[in-house]
């Protein structure tokens, strides 16, 4: 039995396909799909993400926090996290909500999920 662990942002967004496979197994042995899986650099990953923070709808909040967990621990775990910042109202597309109220004291937060990774 093949167990096989796949992110789809597939037209969630207003950002193009974005699929990451994680593992792919049968058997304890890798399948031919694992075999031809490349390697994503990090930094990409983290990229994509980051344009998914920014560009996404409103309603989303919930799938933006569920990436922010995901590759917040792949950063930790490849050594590359180098903290987050929350994006501003002067960041975003006018319509969107934000991260950070910089503009009242003290800062309000109405959007957590509007975050970027450095």
Known sequence: MEAAMIFFCKNLFTISRFEIILFAVRDN????RMRRTK????????????RIFLNSKNDYADQRKALQYF???????????KGFGYLS????????TFGVD???????????????FY
């Open 29 to 32: 042995k890798p399948t031919r």
């Open 71 to 81: 590759v917040g621990d792949l950063l930790m775990q490849t050594g590359n996290y």
């Open 39 to 50: 390697t994503i650099p990090i930094e990409r990953i983290k990229e994509q993400a980051n």
């Open 89 to 96: 109202k002067s960041d975003v597309n006018p319509g969107l």
């Open 102 to 116: 910089r503009d009242t004291v003290p800062h309000s937060f109405p959007d957590e999920s509007r975050i970027f």
